[in-house]
């Protein structure tokens, strides 16, 4: 018993250490789309290799003093000086740097999702094998010579639907001379959406249609004109209405039209009596069923509602909705 009372005490203030050091983080360094690493963002510390090197002067010292060797002291005393340079140049080569977060690619649970940043120097200064990585993605080595950025995609697995966070991106380097460790712990606030577990299921019982067989629907890229809209950002160039604008009209995309065999909806009742991730699974697969026959589909479920719609657009609007639904927070 005292022994388990022990282990348990300690893994008790592990614990407490843990969260007074991610406060203390937090705090040095909150979460933001860019960061740029000064005095306040970076650590730096002797690496193994370092403390081994330490040590040895240390040592070479004491031999000096013993025999008073003038040529011990002034080996000593010169690899000591290195050590210092070692500092300067081994800090400088993060900072500067600024780290932005560009994107998070969406992914079903189990898969790797990509996470894209981009790494900036702010001086005319070179900056060698930058190691890249958040805690459980694959890792980058940087090298930034001939180029002012570089962009550095890693991956890392997701678990269950909504928003998944990587955490913190750990940014690392113990160039020149391998004696220091030179890091620093940020938080880009960036986060991959997670869709549901796509779940088959035989049939989709009671289908409902709101349009007849052969009804009109919106494509963007077919040969039918079927109207004017307004502009969305995105919209090709050469869907604009030029002729409209030119005669003082607000910017409008043209829309062209396919003809779909059925206008279904996705319907939260269609699956009676299961729960609720079962039904965002069922869902999610005939999102990605229906888009894969090129079907005009809607979505209704509790206290959302998208229109029938066809497209990539369409598409990751659906499974959006269904990857938050009952989720709150997220991103900013």
């Known amino acids: 018993m005292p022994a388990t009372s022990d282990s348990a005490a300690r893994q008790d203030l592990r614990a407490r250490l843990r969260q007074r050091f991610q406060a203390w983080v937090n705090r040095r360094i909150p979460p933001a789309r860019s960061v740029t690493l000064d005095q306040k963002r970076i650590f730096i510390f002797p690496s193994r290799t370092g403390f081994f090197f330490g040590l040895s002067l240390f040592l070479m ?7 008073e060797n003038n040529m011990g002291y002034a080996v000593t005393f010169l690899l000591a000086t290195l050590f210092v ?5 081994t800090y400088a ?21 990509e996470f894209d940043v981009l790494i ?3 001086k005319q200064r070179d900056h060698y094998a930058l190691h890249v990585c958040w805690p459980e993605s694959t890792e980058g080595l940087v090298n930034l010579v001939a180029e002012d950025t570089v962009r550095v995609q890693l991956h890392t697995a997701v678990g269950e639907r909504g928003w998944h966070s990587p955490g ?7 160039y020149p001379v391998g004696l220091l460790r030179c890091w620093t ?6 986060h991959a959406l997670v869709y549901p577990r796509p779940l088959a299921s035989p049939e989709l019982p009671g289908l409902t249609s709101d349009k007849p067989e052969g009804a009109a629907v919106p494509v963007v890229g077919s040969d039918d004109f079927y109207g004017f809209r307004d502009y969305r950002q995105g919209d090709s160039m ?8 030119a005669r003082g009209q607000t910017v409008q995309s043209k829309q062209y039209g396919a003809y779909a065999d059925r206008s279904a909806w996705l319907d939260w009742e269609m699956f009676p009596g299961l729960g609720i991730e079962q039904r965002l699974s069922h869902l999610c ?26 497209g990539e657009k369409h598409r990751d609007e659906v499974l959006q909705a269904l990857a938050l639904f009952g989720k709150s927070g997220g991103p900013g």
């Open 185 to 190: 712990w940020i938080d880009l606030d960036l």
């Open 120 to 122: 900036e120097r702010g």
């Open 168 to 174: 913190r991106l750990l940014v690392e380097s113990c």
């Open 238 to 245: 050469r869907q604009i209405h030029w002729k409209g604008l």
């Open 285 to 310: 697969y005939w999102t990605l069923e229906f888009e894969q026959r090129g079907e005009e589909y809607g979505l209704r479920m509790p206290g959302t509602l998208i229109e029938p719609g066809v």
């Open 93 to 113: 080569n993060l900072s500067g740097l600024t780290i932005h977060a560009l994107r998070a690619r969406p992914a079903f649970p189990g898969q790797q999702s």
């Open 85 to 89: 340079i070692a500092i300067l140049h």
């Open 61 to 67: 010292l004491l031999v000096a003093i013993n025999y």
